[in-house]
């Protein structure tokens, strides 16, 4: 009988299961909570965003850190592929804005109690309350893992799907990324992704519980700008959060380490600098006795106005028809490009994933297994991939684990796969 362990109960390690079962092979799942799929549960506000419809460009386009290596093992499992596992085992999906695709039901409870019922007709033997210590690797071949409890487990194959480091409460605390160091593997740090910023500035934090849909944000350092998309971002007590956020975090975040970034927000992106300034000077027109202060609800939100009164040049009771064409056409400036400072991401407690970890040089892009340690392989968010929200995170998940779990099992090759998609990384 070949005995195949699997460390991690998540997304990866569940499908992986799957596919490494079959005559003649044992699978085991140490998990070490009390159930399966802790962070699946919460995925897509529990409503879990399991994949994206999109093509294969759009896909690796939208993974932020070696695309290129998901290559072979998106080709061998691909979205569409998630999708007809999930209808076959019975869960329907619906495609909603941006291509994301749900479970028709909305619970992401579905697609863990349908990954389980399955992992049980396979007869998958799962290890719930099982914390695996380490791995047990002989002449450079995987012999087993060791768990919490002393006991030595012999495997021929083990496949780490351990998960990174983010929301820790669901499990996921780094392991694989040590059991990766201690056989030599090299690991790339770690770092919070899809996660909120803190700013600098007090306005900034005065402004929380404030959202804005339709602007556009723009992040840069050194008068370069790096990023710049449209969307909808919100204030909190630390700084920014909201989908425009996560994204640029997840594009920018890593140019923190060479200090803050400049940002700007550009609060009226459908009219250009004239638009705008014929707009205020309408608002100007019709209410030329009041004060200018009185005048803004017409034009900002409420939280707003008190940030962009301390940043004009124009004071709050000053009357609107004594106000200057410069002040006026600086107020506009303002408008378009309201200034801050970001000083830092949130930690792993808020992020979405972790971006970092073991590197993809170390591992076989095409069977997931590790160069260096024959019969050790990584799936999921264990290995050095991230990508942006929208359900690209767990098809890396999906594909990498299909991967693993078939070459696991002996090697049995899938329906989509070919040489041609064998490319070294
Ligand atoms: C709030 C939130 C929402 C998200 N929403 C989405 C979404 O809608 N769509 C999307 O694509 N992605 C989403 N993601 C990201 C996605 O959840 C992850 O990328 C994905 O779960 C990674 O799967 P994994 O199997 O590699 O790791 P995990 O799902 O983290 O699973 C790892 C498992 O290993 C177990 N484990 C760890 N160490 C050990 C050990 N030593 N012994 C035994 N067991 C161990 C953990 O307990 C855990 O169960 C979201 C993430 C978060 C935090």
Redo the contacts with the bound molecule.
Sequence with gaps: MREIAI???????MLASLYASGPGIRVHV????DRL????F???KGR???TNDCSRDQFLASVMSNGKFLYSAFTGFSNQDVVKLFHSLGVRTKVERGNRVFPQSDHSSDVIRSLERRMRELQVRIHLK????GLIVREGKVAGVTLENGAEIPADAVLV????L??PV????G??FFFAENEGLKVTAPAPSLVPMETAESYMTDMQGLSLRNVELRLGQKGKVMFREFGEMLFTHFGISGPLVLTASAKVGKNLAKGPLQGEIDLKPALDAEQLDRRILRDFEENKNKQFKNILGGLLPSKLIAPALSLSSIAGDAPVHGIEKKDRLAFGRLLKAFPFTVTGLRGYDEA??TRGGVSVREINPRTMEAKKVSGLYF????LDLDAL?G???????WSTAHAAGVHMSGGKKSDNESEENDHEF
Excluded: H, M, P
Excluded at 30 to 33: C, Q, R, V
Excluded at 161 to 164: K, L, S, V
Excluded at 379 to 382: C, L, Q, T
């Design positions: 460390i991690g109960g998540g997304a990866a390690g140490f998990e070490k909570n799929g802790r962070k699946l919460i995925t897509g879990c965003n399991l099982s914390t695996v210590t799907a351990t998960g990174g983010s929301y669901t499990g996921s605390t392991d694989g979405i994933i799936a999921g968010e264990v929200t359900g690209f995170n767990l098809q890396i998940a």
